[in-house]
């Protein structure tokens, strides 16, 4: 049983990601839909998709994206907020990642969304994850 989800679907990118693996699949909710949609918003995964394998059950399927040659579009992906230690910040406190090449995901009261649009939104929130 996994305590912690989102860390659960980081940590299966970013070990395909590593082993150049074309793509990851993942046990599927909205929230994790929402994370794959704003990576590929980003440019970080080519695609993806949710495959019904029954009633009951759903997977999420992502494509992973290399960014030419040898190198994979996400170099990393940390997770900030976890189960036992909650990071929240508020508008004014949203920093960049990586000098700005990378992004941080909020879950805000507008729903998921980047740092970027965080600040220009002008609402702050609950830092999931970081992705370089």
């Not at 909205?30 to 440019?43: N, S, T, W």
């Not at 960014?67 to 994979?72: D, K, L, M, P, Q």
């Not at 090449?101 to 995901?105: E, F, L, N, V, W």
């Not at 998921?112 to 965080?118: E, K, R, V």
């Given at each position: 049983?996994?305590?912690?989800?989102?860390?659960?679907?980081?940590t299966?990118?970013?070990?395909a990601?590593?082993?150049?693996q074309?793509r990851?699949?993942?046990?599927?909710?909205?929230?994790?839909?929402?994370?794959?949609?704003?990576?590929?918003?980003?440019?970080?995964?080519s695609?993806?998709?949710?495959?019904?394998?029954s009633?009951?059950?759903?997977?999420?399927?992502?494509?992973l994206?290399s960014?030419?040659?040898?190198?994979?579009a996400?170099?990393?992906?940390?997770?900030?907020?976890r189960?036992?230690?909650?990071?929240?910040?508020?508008?004014?406190?949203?920093?960049g990642?990586?000098g700005g090449?990378?992004?941080?995901?909020l879950s805000?009261p507008?729903g998921?969304?980047?740092?970027?649009?965080?600040r220009?939104?002008g609402?702050?929130?609950?830092?999931?994850c970081?992705?370089?």
């Open positions: 049983m996994v305590t912690d989800p989102i860390s659960d679907m980081l299966r990118i970013r070990n990601a590593r082993g150049r074309p990851v699949e993942i046990p599927c909710s909205r929230l994790k839909v929402e994370i794959a949609r704003i990576l590929k918003e980003e440019g970080y995964i695609t993806y998709k949710v495959v019904e394998e009633k009951a059950k759903k997977t999420l399927r992502v494509f994206k960014a030419g040659g040898r190198r994979n996400i170099s990393d992906l940390q997770r900030v907020s189960p036992g230690r909650r990071v929240y910040v508020g508008k004014t406190e949203i920093k990642i990586m090449t990378g992004i941080s995901i805000t507008r998921l969304m980047t740092g970027h649009a965080a220009r939104a609402v702050g929130g609950e830092v999931l970081e992705v370089w």
